[in-house]
């Protein structure tokens, strides 16, 4: 694996081992010292073109976390503001001694451009490109399920996940749909009509457009921020009505099988998708997802950059 | 491919090693068992039985993952993480005995070391193998030795252990030297 571009590059036996080594490095991540010495020497940047707080910091956190130099490069505040190229901006990496660029587009499939491209030789890392993929998104959530509820199993077969809102315009969603039903999960999509992709038949889970008929039989529920800013037309009356249908609140939630976990991606938009005490109360594990997502991303670095490809395992007595 | 050290050796390297060890630290109160995985927490896991036989109380014993400290990462294809267990009383002022099982560039101790640095400050490092081939790269020697072995280069030293590969054995497998 040279790259992490979409979920659909990687196997479940790669989801599964990226899994089991964030698992070891969370460990780490609890121990007194939390810095490895894993990636010294190498140069990792966060090419930002678009806002971010938690996919950006927890990046930088992991990189630091195994030692590599990170450079931050966000779209305000650099060349890219002044219209330079995705072509341009990358050559300057490559010429910099990029080992690897977390990418972060506005637009769906910049993270492949860059990747195919022979403008970098460093591995590309997809964090959100467009409302395409958000893989190591995903990968978190389904680190953050199998903590929860696997019981000691590698997988999620069996489990029950339900992922609420907006799912036209989230990257989560998808990366999460192909990723957890890989793991052997079942989802089930609840949305409103207008807020579904076309040709989402396709996708590997349920469709439902009634959220309490879904809530009482679902291990986990993934609940989505409502994209307003991707939002150029009216696909809900209003925001009362959006909530009344499909928020969680707290009959919702006492509605829940007991064990169940509530997730949310961040930000959040309080008072929409989810109401202030569903957010905060003991079944709410948003605040772990953030930490998981540390981890997740430690596994990630890791796997992509301390290993030479072409060179296989063979040494017994190293 | 030839038989360097069946079962009943092995049972028996390990348990001479169990009496070194407390006979240099005078008993088992200050000890630290840490075996390197795979083979090595195997190894200290024996040790640490063979150490309660002999002494009669429990001794402190856990696993190193040194992978994350490995000067070849670069060179080989990304590996797996094992787990790192401290026990209880974690590895400030004890006295800490490696176990692994072959002894042969030194790399992994030192990587050993490094890792161990991370977690606190040992009074002592001590080192156990079940077998030693030579051809150090680094200033590194082991405390305890089950058995020396002389090898080429060439050869390689397979360590089979019942609990993980079905069979006891060590072999030595490649040209003859």
Known sequence: MKHLLSINDISKVDAISILDTAQELARVSDGPMKKLPTLRGRTIVNLFAEDSTRTRISFEAAAKRLSADVINFSSKGSSISKGESLKDTAQTLQAMGADAVIIRHSASGAAQRLADSKWMSGSVINAGDGTHEHPSQALLDAFTIRKHLSKGATDLTGLRVAIVGDVLHSRVARSNVLLLSKLGAQVVLVAPPTLLPLGIESWPCQISYDLDEVISNVDAIMMLRIQIERMSEMYFPNAREYSRYFGLNSDRIRAMKPEAIVMHPGPMNRGLEITADAADGARSVIVEQVTNGVSIRMAILYLLLSGNQEITENGVNS | ?177
């Open chain 2, 1 to 177: 491919m030839s038989l360097a050290l069946p079962a009943p050796d092995i049972a028996r390297a390990l348990i001479r090693i169990s009496h070194e060890i407390l006979e240099r630290n005078s008993g088992s109160a200050n000890i630290t068992l840490l075996g390197i995985p795979t083979r090595g927490a195997h190894l200290a896991k024996r040790i640490a039985f063979a150490i309660e036989a002999i002494e009669g109380t429990s001794v402190q014993m856990g696993t190193l993952d040194i992978t994350l400290h490995r000067d070849d990462l670069r060179m080989r294809a990304p590996r797996a993480l094992m787990p790192t267990v401290i026990p209880s009383l974690g590895v400030e002022g004890r006295d800490v005995v490696l176990v692994d099982d072959v002894l042969f560039s030194g790399r992994t101790i030192r990587a050993a070391l490094d890792a161990l640095g991370e977690i606190g400050r040992p009074k002592s490092v001590q080192l156990a193998v079940l077998v030693d081939r030579g051809h150090r790269q680094l200033p590194i020697r082991a405390d305890f030795v089950g058995k020396n072995l002389p090898t080429s280069i060439e050869q390689s030293v397979v360590v089979h252990l019942r609990e993980l590969d079905g069979a006891e054995e060590v072999l030595i497998e490649g040209p003859a030297s």
